[in-house]
Nanobody, 123 residues
Framework: QVQLVESGGGLVQAGGSLRLSCAAS????????MGWFRQAPGKEREFVAT????????YYVDSVKGRFTISRDNVRNTVYLQMNGLKPEDTAIYYC????????????????WGQGTQVTVSS
């Protein structure tokens, strides 16, 4: 099992930056692919980024490419999402998730979820 706790959300002006962290506990973190999703009010949960268990491979939704960077530290059992050039449309609750397979964009394919952290971008 993997327990996930996100942090780092907040209120930021458009063009600003935030770094989200997701601390994991459990023996399987280093063998799990990790993903970030987000959900805006009234919208479905949306895939944002994913990283392989080794950290060598990443994949992003087109809308965040060049602005967001996913990374992980398998010693600290933490996955990060560096968000630069934030836009009001990035406003959402951001969730991290753990799953067995890299490059999966469907939320249903992930086994474990955190509670989410709110990101609000003002214009």
């Amino acid at each position: 099992q993997v327990q996930l706790v996100e942090s780092g959300g907040g209120l930021v002006q458009a063009g600003g930056s935030l770094r989200l962290s997701c601390a994991a506990s459990g023996r399987t973190f280093s063998s799990s692919a990790m993903g970030w999703f987000r959900q805006a009010p009234g919208k479905e949960r949306e895939f944002v980024a994913t990283i392989s268990a080794s950290g060598l491979s990443t994949y992003y939704v087109d809308s965040v490419k060049g602005r967001f960077t996913i990374s992980r530290d398998n010693v600290r059992n933490t996955v990060y999402l560096q968000m630069n050039g934030l836009k009001p449309e990035d406003t959402a609750i951001y969730y991290c998730a753990a799953g067995p397979v890299f490059a999966v964009v469907r939320a249903s394919e992930y086994d474990y979820w955190g509670q989410g952290t709110q990101v609000t971008v003002s214009s």
